[in-house]
C-alpha cells in the first residue's frame, strides 16, 4: 500500500482528519514520524494501547512542550501567585501516584451519584429556554454551559460559571503557543487570579467543610501520604476545569451531530431516552466517545531507548498517542466509520486514554452525557441541521471538538 499524502499535522488534516486516519490503516501505517515535527505519532489502537500501559517508559512529564517559557514580565506577573505545580496530567510516579491516590477519593462514585440530580435540573433547564428560541446554537445553548455549570458548582462558582469559561479559556492559550505577548501576559494574571481565588475557597473549605469536590479534595487523606498541598489543589482543579469542559463540550454536540446525520440512529436513542433504556443511551454515550475522541492525540516523552511495535525509538523522542485514530482502526472497531449505537465492543475506545494516567473525570463526564440525552431526545423532537455550512470546528494539535452546531428542533408532543 502506498503511504498517505496527507500530513497529520497540517491544518487541513486537524480540522478533518478522518481520511488521514483511514489512509494509514488501509496502509498499515501503526506509527510514523511526522515530517516537520520531528515527533512519532501513533496510529494504531495496539500500539497506543501499549504505549499507554508502559509510564515508565512513555513519560507524560510534558510541561516542556507545552511553551512554559517565560519572559521577565510574565514571571513578575506570576510571582503574585503560587508556584504552578504539575501534577496529575503532567506527572509522572511517584508525585502522579500521589495524586491520583487522593483525586481518586474525590472522584468517587458517591460524590458523582450526589450531583446527578444537580445535572438533571441543569439540563432541564437549558432545555426548557432551547425549547422557547426553538432553535440556536447547541453548542452555546446546551453543550457549553452543562459542563461548566458542573464544575463551577463544585468549586462554588455556580452563581458565576462564566468566570470558570474565562479562566479555563486563558489556561488553554497559555499552553496553545498559538497567542501573543499581550495574550500571553493576560493568561498570567488570569492563572494568578484564578489562585486567588481558590485559596480563599481552600481555606473557606478547610474551616468550614463543605459538600463538594473541593471539600473532598481538601480532606482527601490516604495513609502513608501527605496531604494535597494548596498549590497542588490549585492546579488539580484547573485541569478539572480545562481537561473537563472543552471535552465533555465536543462530545455532546459530536453526538447530535451524528444522531442528526443518521435518522435511524435517532429513532433507536429517541425509543430508549427518557429512562425507558439508560442502558442504550449509555453506549450511545460510548460510541459518540469513540467516533468523536476529543482528546484527539496526547504527548508523551520517551525516558530510555525502547521498541513500540516494529519502532525503534530512542530515548528523548516526542510521541504523540494518536487515541481518535486508535478509536478508527478496523483492527479493533468493524466498520469504524460508521456510526452505530449498539456497537458491541464501543466501550473498549481509547478516549478516555488508557493506563495510570486514564481520565479521572470519566465518571462525572458519562454520566452528565447519559442524562444529557435522556432528557433532550425525550423533551425536544425533529432535530435538524439550521445551517449545515455554519458547523464550525476546533482544529488544535491535541484536542478536536465542534464549536458551533446551528440547528432547530421542536417541543416533543
Ligand atoms: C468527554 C469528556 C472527557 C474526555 C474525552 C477526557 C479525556 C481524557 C484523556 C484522554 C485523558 C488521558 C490523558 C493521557 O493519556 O495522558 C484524561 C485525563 C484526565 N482528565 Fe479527562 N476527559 C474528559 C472529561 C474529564 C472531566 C469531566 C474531568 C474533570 C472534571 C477530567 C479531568 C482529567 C484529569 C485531571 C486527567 C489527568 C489524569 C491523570 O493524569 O491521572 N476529564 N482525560
Known amino acids: 500500500m502506498n503511504k498517505p499524502q496527507t500530513n497529520m499535522f497540517a491544518p487541513e488534516t486537524l480540522l478533518d482528519p478522518f481520511d488521514h486516519y483511514r489512509a494509514v490503516h488501509d496502509a498499515d501505517i501503526d506509527a510514523e514520524v511526522v515530517e516537520g515535527m520531528g515527533a512519532y505519532v501513533v496510529y494504531s489502537y495496539a500500539l497506543c494501547n501499549e504505549a499507554a500501559g508502559k509510564p515508565e517508559i512513555f513519560s507524560n512529564d510534558f510541561t516542556s512542550l507545552m511553551g512554559r517559557e517565560e519572559d521577565e514580565e510574565i514571571n513578575a506577573i506570576l510571582a503574585e501567585g503560587w508556584p504552578d505545580e504539575a501534577t496529575l496530567l503532567t506527572a509522572d510516579a511517584p508525585v502522579h501516584t500521589r495524586n491520583r491516590k487522593l483525586v481518586n477519593l474525590a472522584f468517587s462514585a458517591p460524590r458523582v451519584n450526589a450531583i446527578e440530580e444537580v445535572m438533571r435540573e441543569k439540563s432541564i433547564g437549558l432545555i426548557a429556554d432551547m425549547a422557547n428560541k426553538g432553535g440556536g446554537d447547541f453548542v452555546e445553548d446546551f453543550a457549553i454551559p452543562l459542563p461548566v455549570h458542573m464544575i463551577a458548582g463544585q468549586i462554588g462558582l455556580d452563581k458565576d460559571a462564566k468566570q470558570v469559561k474565562k479562566w479555563s479559556d486563558a489556561a488553554v492559550d497559555r499552553f496553545s503557543q498559538m497567542v501573543d505577548h499581550e495574550r500571553k501576559k493576560e493568561c498570567a494574571r488570569s492563572l494568578v487570579e484564578y489562585q486567588h481565588y481558590m485559596k480563599g475557597m481552600i481555606d473557606d473549605r478547610r474551616a468550614n467543610g463543605g459538600d463538594d469536590l473541593l471539600t473532598d479534595l481538601v480532606n482527601a487523606r490516604v495513609e502513608g501520604e501527605t496531604p494535597l498541598t494548596d498549590p497542588e489543589i490549585m492546579s488539580i482543579m484547573q485541569q478539572f476545569m480545562v481537561a473537563g469542559n ?39 454515550v460510548e460510541e ?11 504527548w508523551r516523552i520517551v525516558k530510555e531507548d525502547t521498541a513500540l511495535g516494529e519502532h525503534e525509538i530512542p530515548a528523548g523522542s516526542v510521541v504523540q498517542l494518536r487515541y481518535a485514530a486508535a478509536n478508527r482502526d478496523p483492527a479493533k472497531f468493524e466498520n469504524p466509520d460508521v456510526f452505530d449505537i449498539e456497537r458491541k465492543n464501543a466501550r473498549a475506545h481509547l478516549a478516555f ?13 458519562r454520566k452528565e452525557m447519559l442524562v444529557a440525552f435522556d432528557e433532550l431526545l425525550e423533551r425536544l423532537d425533529n432535530f435538524q441541521l439550521s445551517d449545515p455550512d455554519g458547523i464550525e470546528v476546533l482544529p488544535n494539535i491535541l484536542l478536536r471538538g465542534i464549536t458551533k452546531l446551528p440547528i432547530s428542533y421542536e417541543v416533543a408532543a
Open 246 to 284: 472543552e471535552t465533555t463540550t465536543s462530545t455532546i454536540a459530536g453526538c447530535l451531530l451524528q444522531l442528526i446525520r443518521n435518522p435511524e440512529q435517532m429513532e433507536k436513542a429517541k425509543a430508549a431516552a427518557g429512562g425507558r433504556d439508560p442502558k442504550l443511551i449509555g453506549n450511545m
Open 353 to 365: 486514554g488508557k493506563g495510570p494516567h486514564m481520565c479521572v473525570g470519566n465518571m462525572l463526564s
Open 288 to 298: 459518540a466517545l469513540r467516533f468523536e475522541t476529543p482528546t484527539a492525540g496526547m
